[in-house]
């Protein structure tokens, strides 16, 4: 496997080349920046304030808070960061509500004592997984976007420095690369739950969808082979598969879901495989 610190090059077919540069600002020490952008393949613009950049729509942005996503130009919305130790994350860890939260309800963790081993086969910025962790599964994430991987590993460092959160983030484990080639060669029972939370294609540009969130929509694209993903889950989950969804979204192709977590916004379908240990 891939070290959790290893970035992949972003193919030479991605349309993100043209757009996408990593640059940083006068605060932030240029190493790991600049590392990155030899790593991912991506051009280096060393100390700019994004928004007089005006080549490049889209920064890989170090700062003084961390690596971000950043629109360039002028009214650009905020970056977009993996961040576990303050903002809405740290709020949660501090005042979140245990095991009756939807994903760990939907995960099982109130019908176990048990720690549950758990594969988030589809990491993004690592909020799932930072709930779960924090509750105490153990926690193995993969990524397969070389720009969302960037910022994980970025988040889960940070975290890793505070007192709070370095316990949590020891139980998470990051892989860069496509679960699906993980699943298909584990074989059965090679992990107790796998979480599984998609792109849903919007088709729309609807402005109910923040702005920060289009930029990470603008880098990860659609995940069209969603229902490749549950059929391989089902396959290497040893008591159950959840599929997180828009609540009125339909559940990916597949088997139907036997049981169903919902909020207001998020929908969490439930495969199970087998009752979980008491
Ligand atoms: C909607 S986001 C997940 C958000 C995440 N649950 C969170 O709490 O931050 C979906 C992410 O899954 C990733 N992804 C989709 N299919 C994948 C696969 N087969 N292997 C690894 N990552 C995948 C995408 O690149 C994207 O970053």
Redo the contacts with the bound molecule.
Sequence with gaps: MPSPSSHTELPDSSSLRHILAVAHSPLAEPGVARTLATELGLDWLGVVAPKQVRDYGLLLFMDEHGLALQQTGKGAPGPVRAEFVSGKMGYRREHGGGAGQLVARAVGMQKTRAPLQVL??????????FVLASLGCQMTL????PI?HALLADGLYRASLNEACAPIVARMTLHS????DWMNQAGPEAVDVVYL???FPHRDKSALVKKEMQVFRQV?GD?D?ASQ?LEAALGCARYRVVV?RPRKAPAIAGPEPAARVEGKSSRYDIYPIRALPA
Excluded: Y
């Design positions: 988030d086969a589809t990491a993004g910025l690592g909020q799932d997984a993969f990524e397969r976007n969302i690369g496509n679960s699906l939370d998609p792109m990860v995940d082979d993903l997180k």
